[in-house]
């Protein structure tokens, strides 16, 4: 059974930084690529970063790209994301997914597991 656990959201003023950490357990976590999306009210979920099995590689939407950073530890089984510059448009559930059937992988039915997500509020 795998278990994916976010942590390190919450509420940040326009500009600032948050860390987002996704601890995995249940699998070998250095044999999956893992993502983060995120899901605002009354919108679908939508693809922010994935990176590859060994971190080697990256891949972000266009509206984080500079301002988010993904990364992994394959010793801690955690994948992060670094968010920058944040904005009020980054307001929204971000959650965490494992196991895409293909990497890069951008959309949500390509993801095995997830995480039950953490909310990301931006004030202006």
């Known amino acids: 059974q795998v278990h994916l656990v976010e942590s390190g959201g919450g509420l940040v003023q326009a500009g600032g930084s948050l860390r987002l950490s996704c601890a995995m357990s249940?699998?070998?976590?250095?044999?999956?690529?893992m993502g983060w999306f995120r899901q605002a009210p009354g919108k679908e979920r939508g693809f922010v970063a994935c990176?590859?099995?060994?971190?080697?590689?990256?891949y972000y939407t266009d509206s984080v790209k500079g301002r988010f950073t993904i990364s992994r530890d394959n010793v801690k089984n955690t994948v992060y994301l670094q968010m920058n510059n944040l904005k009020p448009d980054d307001t929204a559930v971000y959650y965490c997914a494992a196991a895409p059937t293909r990497y890069p992988a951008t959309q949500t039915y390509e993801y095995d597991y997830w995480g039950q997500g953490i909310q990301v509020t931006v004030s202006s």
């Open positions: 249940g699998r070998t976590f250095s044999n999956y690529p």
């Open positions: 990176i590859s099995s060994n971190g080697g590689s990256t």
